[in-house]
């Protein structure tokens, strides 16, 4: 049963999507420069689990811009507003 939660296609729910849509590139930028809480951070690590993304080795202050950045060209994501995760 675990194996099955676990092994789903995250895709998160209409309020959540639709509450995505208001972060803009801007908000992405700051989220990026500022310096953040370790509960801010393990939210994004775990983003990193749920996209099947090593985090590991990356230093705190890069965990979300090396998301943002790195891992969304990789996946051909634009921003968080358009988060169709592959």
Do not use: C, W
């Amino acid at each position: 049963m675990v194996d099955n939660q676990v092994n789903k296609v995250f895709a998160p729910s209409k309020t959540a999507s639709n509450g995505l849509n208001f972060i803009t590139r801007e908000e992405e930028n700051n989220l990026i420069k500022k310096e953040q809480q370790n509960e801010v951070l393990n939210i994004f690590r775990s983003i990193y689990i749920i996209i099947n993304e090593s985090y590991e080795g990356i230093p705190s202050n890069k965990i979300i811009e090396n998301l943002l950045i790195g891992i969304f060209q990789k996946r051909k994501i634009e921003n968080l507003s358009k988060h169709k995760l592959k």
